[in-house]
Each structure stands twice: as structure tokens, then as C-alpha cells.
């Protein structure tokens, strides 16, 4: 008897997830233990496993479609067996506006009000499509004896017809509407025709300007983009920290030179050897990380959090740092970061960011932080403060390594570098001064950087 897969619950907040990529398609062979599919949490992308041994039955959702914890997601059983027939829970994200249909301009034409009686026709339509949609893209490929399709629009000045879920989709593929021919009631464009339209060749564009300089440098583009699991899980938790914890802010000024010239003098070294032989290429970001943990040994303060009804101070610095993501940011943990020596913390933060990049984090590699380090130093940027991560006292934010006129110790002004560090901290837990005796430790590190070695 064929078992049905379900959408698994992969993090505590997980409430839907979103198929990214099947790994097994219809008619596959697989055995307890396989990958079925690619799955995007609140949290990162995860892989759900199999139990069962069999044959994929039947997918019932497609890729990037989202669904409910506990829904059905495809069907296992033996080969030739037939699949069970599903009710398809409404996934949050999915919710179509009320309207039914939206009508879109095709170039500069006003937008046109839509009658009650075409409203109520747009949305029994759309309910028709959808079933139709699904039945056609499994059984039927498009015949070329299919009746001629009526233009969904006849020309500039005329609003396109389109269902909602067709939209959906093109905003999603970035496909242009204009010159798309729709298959669906009265020429309306449905899901199969944007899809098609994806799959062919893209034609090239050239705006006319009628006025203006000889060259251009380029159209912005206006889109709809729709919010994915992570980016909604970021939203939360950040607008839950910055209205609940209290910030205050502070900044310090570090004299870069000595870290610039120890991390270039490891580097000419180390970078060329073999990784067997001890081989490493330090970042900055490194020999920042080290030493805001060793910091924290010496204002253990910093490394507390709030927790209603007491202040928790942590016996180990878990120290998160931010990984930019096309999608969003994403903050993995290295834990234990007091007891690791500098190779250690470069090591794992390089393995870190690569499953990051490639969407293989698990939630537990990103949960249980006590203190955040987010550089933006890469991108030019001198000063900034982030959002304190939920549960963590303070945030570090690492601007970039600036060469300019300073003052030295005998008055004389020379070329220096500097670097700025800013503190964003949770007055409930911690005070100004707290904040300030840590990142006055940072910059005595960071300034003598000889002691990351020790």
C-alpha cells in the first residue's frame, strides 16, 4: 500500500516550507534512508529523507511550491501501484487577493476598474484553472492540434488578462507579459502559458529614447518579488528584537596597523604551503572573531542574556557571525570560540560559510549564540550598528580599514589605518559601561595582535 509523504517538521518555528528541488522524480526507485527532496525552512534549506522503499508514486507539489507542516508532498509505493488521491492543504503564502483576477497595464494605459460580474467570473475561472493546470501538466502535453489561442491583449492601451497565479508565477520567472498568447477563457493567460513562455528563447529589448544623452545606463526593472521562508523568519525575529530590546549604541576607533601587518606576515607564510603541511589564508574577519571571544574573558558581562525573569550570564562564548545571503543573512555559530585558537576559528568559519552559501546549515548551526560579529568592512562601509540578534546582549558591527591623517604619539600627523568597531547592546541586560569596558578590551586585542596567536 502506497505511504504518503508529508512535509516534516525541520526547525522549531518551522510552520510551512517550500520545496526548492525534487532529488527523486516520479517513477525513481528509492530506499530508506534516500533524499527525497530539498526543502526550504524558516531557518536555511534541508534535505527530507525517506523511510519507506519503493517507487516515487506521484509528486503532488512542484518545485518552489510551498505547503503547511504535516502536507502531502508525494506518495510511495510499489511499482504500477496507483496513487492515492490527496487533500492539498493552503499554504499561508499562497492566499490569492480577494479580487480573483488583477488586470495589468501593457505599456502606459490607465488602470481600468473591474466589474462585480467579472470578478465572479475571474474567480470560478481561476478555481477551474487550477484544477486544469494540474491535470494538464501530468497527463497531457500540449497538442498542435489545440485550437488557435485569442491574444490576451490586442494592443498598447489595453489592460492584460491574467489570473493571479499566473502573475504569481511570472513575477517569480520574470516574465514579461506583453506578447504572451493566453489559452484560458477569453484569452486569458494561465499558469501554462507563463511557463511556456519561460522556457523559451528570450527576446532582446531595445528602449527607444526619444531624448537624452547617447548612452544609457541601464532600466530598473519593477517586480514583485515574493517573500521566502527565510527572509519572513528574519522579519520576525528582527522587528521582535529591535521593539523588545532596548538598544543603545557605542563605537569605538582601533589602530589597524599592527593587525593589517600580522595578518599579512602570516599570510606570506602560511598561504603558500599545502593544507597538509599547515597551510591557511587568514581574513581579517578571522583574527576579528578570535579576538572578540578572547575579549569577552576579560568583560564576561557582555556574554549574558535576557530571560524575563533573570539575566542569564553563559559559561561559553557562542559566538555567531554574520553570512550574507541573496536572500537575506543567515548567522552561523562557533561554539565554544574562548577555547579555540585562531587556526581552529578560521577553519570552521570557512566550512560554516560554505554550507551557508550552499544552503546546507542546519538549525542547530544557528541557533544558541551569546554574541553576534557582523562585518560589513568588505563593501566600504566605515560605521554602521546591527540589530542585536535575539538572545544576545550586544552585536559587533565591523566597519571596513580606512588609511588617513592621524595624530601619533609625538604630535606629528602621518598616514595611519583605522577601523571602527560599533556595539549595539540590550539596556536591559547590559549598561553603557559594560559596553564600553568590552569594546575597550577588543581594541587593546585587536591593537596587539600578537596575543591571537597565543
Given at each position: 500500500?502506497?505511504?504518503?509523504?508529508?512535509?516534516?517538521?525541520?526547525?522549531?518555528?518551522?510552520?510551512?516550507?517550500?520545496?526548492?528541488?525534487?532529488?527523486?522524480?516520479?517513477?525513481?526507485?528509492?530506499?530508506?534512508?534516500?533524499?527525497?527532496?530539498?526543502?526550504?525552512?524558516?531557518?536555511?534549506?534541508?534535505?527530507?529523507?525517506?523511510?519507506?522503499?519503493?517507487?516515487?508514486?506521484?509528486?503532488?507539489?512542484?518545485?518552489?511550491?510551498?505547503?503547511?507542516?504535516?502536507?502531502?508532498?508525494?506518495?510511495?509505493?510499489?511499482?504500477?501501484?496507483?496513487?492515492?488521491?490527496?487533500?492539498?492543504?493552503?499554504?499561508?503564502?499562497?492566499?490569492?487577493?480577494?479580487?480573483?483576477?488583477?488586470?495589468?497595464?501593457?505599456?502606459?494605459?490607465?488602470?481600468?476598474?473591474?466589474?462585480?460580474?467579472?470578478?465572479?467570473?475571474?474567480?470560478?475561472?481561476?478555481?477551474?484553472?487550477?484544477?486544469?493546470?494540474?491535470?494538464?501538466?501530468?497527463?497531457?502535453?500540449?497538442?498542435?492540434?489545440?485550437?488557435?489561442?485569442?491574444?490576451?491583449?490586442?494592443?498598447?492601451?489595453?489592460?492584460?488578462?491574467?489570473?493571479?497565479?499566473?502573475?504569481?508565477?511570472?513575477?517569480?520567472?520574470?516574465?514579461?507579459?506583453?506578447?504572451?498568447?493566453?489559452?484560458?477563457?477569453?484569452?486569458?493567460?494561465?499558469?501554462?502559458?507563463?511557463?511556456?513562455?519561460?522556457?523559451?528563447?528570450r527576446k532582446a529589448r531595445v528602449a527607444k529614447k526619444e531624448e537624452g544623452p547617447a548612452f544609457t545606463l541601464g532600466a530598473i526593472e519593477e517586480k514583485s518579488l515574493k517573500v521566502s521562508n527565510m527572509r519572513a523568519s528574519i522579519a520576525k525575529a528582527l522587528v521582535k528584537s529591535k521593539s523588545e530590546a532596548p538598544h543603545f549604541y557605542l563605537q569605538s576607533e582601533v589602530d589597524a596597523e599592527a593587525l593589517s601587518k600580522t595578518r599579512l606576515d602570516l599570510n606570506s607564510f602560511l598561504a603558500e604551503l599545502p593544507s597538509e603541511e599547515g597551510g591557511i589564508k587568514y581574513t581579517v574577519n578571522d583574527l576579528i572573531l578570535k579576538a572578540a571571544a578572547m575579549a569577552v574573558l576579560q568583560v564576561p558581562d557582555i556574554n549574558r542574556s535576557?530571560?524575563?525573569?533573570?539575566?542569564?550570564?553563559?559559561?561559553?562564548?557562542?559566538?555567531?557571525?554574520?553570512?550574507?545571503?541573496?536572500?537575506?543573512?543567515?548567522?552561523?555559530?562557533?561554539?565554544?570560540?574562548?577555547?579555540?585558537?585562531?587556526?581552529?576559528?578560521?577553519?570552521?568559519?570557512?566550512?560554516?560559510?560554505?554550507?551557508?552559501?550552499?544552503?546546507?546549515?542546519?538549525?542547530?548551526?544557528?541557533?544558541?549564540?551569546?554574541?553576534?560579529?557582523?562585518?560589513?568592512?568588505?563593501?566600504?562601509?566605515?560605521?554602521?550598528?546591527?540589530?542585536?540578534?535575539?538572545?544576545?546582549?550586544?552585536?559587533?558591527?565591523?566597519?571596513?580599514?580606512?588609511?588617513?591623517?592621524?595624530?601619533?604619539?609625538?604630535?606629528?600627523?602621518?598616514?595611519?589605518?583605522?577601523?571602527?568597531?560599533?556595539?549595539?547592546?540590550?539596556?536591559?541586560?547590559?549598561?553603557?559601561?559594560?559596553?564600553?569596558?568590552?569594546?575597550?578590551?577588543?581594541?587593546?586585542?585587536?591593537?596587539?595582535?600578537?596575543?591571537?596567536?597565543?
Amino acid at each position: 500500500m502506497a505511504e504518503i509523504i508529508e512535509m516534516p517538521k525541520l526547525s522549531d518555528t518551522m510552520t510551512t516550507g517550500t520545496l526548492v528541488k525534487w532529488l527523486k522524480n516520479e517513477g525513481d526507485e528509492v530506499a530508506s534512508g534516500d533524499m527525497l527532496a530539498e526543502v526550504e525552512t524558516d531557518k536555511a534549506t534541508m534535505e527530507v529523507e525517506t523511510f519507506e522503499d519503493g517507487v516515487v508514486l506521484k509528486h503532488y507539489i512542484g518545485e518552489g511550491d510551498s505547503i503547511a507542516i504535516g502536507g502531502p508532498i508525494c506518495a510511495i509505493g510499489e511499482k504500477g501501484e496507483e496513487a492515492p488521491e490527496v487533500e492539498m492543504p493552503e499554504a499561508p503564502d499562497e492566499e490569492e487577493s480577494d479580487d480573483g483576477e488583477e488586470e495589468e497595464d501593457s505599456g502606459d494605459s490607465k488602470k481600468e476598474e473591474v466589474s462585480a460580474e467579472d470578478t465572479e467570473e475571474a474567480t470560478a475561472a481561476d478555481d477551474e484553472e487550477e484544477d486544469a493546470e494540474e491535470e494538464d501538466s501530468e497527463e497531457a502535453p500540449e497538442s498542435p492540434s489545440d485550437s488557435t489561442p485569442t491574444p490576451s491583449s490586442s494592443g498598447k492601451g489595453e489592460r492584460i488578462k491574467i489570473s493571479p497565479l499566473a502573475r504569481k508565477i511570472a513575477a517569480d520567472l520574470k516574465v514579461e507579459l506583453e506578447g504572451i498568447q493566453g489559452t484560458g477563457p477569453g484569452g486569458r493567460i494561465v499558469k501554462a502559458d507563463v511557463e511556456k513562455a519561460a522556457k523559451a528563447p528570450r527576446k532582446a529589448r531595445v528602449a527607444k529614447k526619444e531624448e537624452g544623452p547617447a548612452f544609457t545606463l541601464g532600466a530598473i526593472e519593477e517586480k514583485s518579488l515574493k517573500v521566502s521562508n527565510m527572509r519572513a523568519s528574519i522579519a520576525k525575529a528582527l522587528v521582535k528584537s529591535k521593539s523588545e530590546a532596548p538598544h543603545f549604541y557605542l563605537q569605538s576607533e582601533v589602530d589597524a596597523e599592527a593587525l593589517s601587518k600580522t595578518r599579512l606576515d602570516l599570510n606570506s607564510f602560511l598561504a603558500e604551503l599545502p593544507s597538509e603541511e599547515g597551510g591557511i589564508k587568514y581574513t581579517v574577519n578571522d583574527l576579528i572573531l578570535k579576538a572578540a571571544a578572547m575579549a569577552v574573558l576579560q568583560v564576561p558581562d557582555i556574554n549574558r542574556s535576557w530571560q524575563g525573569k533573570k539575566i542569564q550570564q553563559h559559561s561559553s562564548v557562542h559566538l555567531a557571525f554574520g553570512v550574507a545571503m541573496d536572500d537575506g543573512l543567515v548567522t552561523p555559530v562557533i561554539r565554544d570560540a574562548q577555547t579555540k585558537s585562531l587556526r581552529q576559528i578560521s577553519i570552521e568559519a570557512r566550512a560554516l560559510i560554505g554550507k551557508a552559501r550552499n544552503r546546507k546549515l542546519k538549525p542547530e548551526e544557528m541557533s544558541g549564540s551569546t554574541l553576534t560579529v557582523t562585518n560589513l568592512g568588505m563593501y566600504g562601509i566605515s560605521d554602521f550598528y546591527g540589530i542585536l540578534n535575539p538572545g544576545n546582549a550586544a552585536i559587533l558591527s565591523v566597519g571596513s580599514t580606512v588609511r588617513k591623517p592621524v595624530v601619533n604619539e609625538h604630535d606629528q600627523i602621518v598616514v595611519g589605518s583605522r577601523m571602527k568597531v560599533g556595539l549595539s547592546g540590550d539596556h536591559r541586560v547590559i549598561d553603557g559601561a559594560v559596553g564600553a569596558q568590552y569594546l575597550d578590551a577588543l581594541r587593546r586585542i585587536l591593537e596587539k595582535p600578537a596575543i591571537l596567536l597565543a
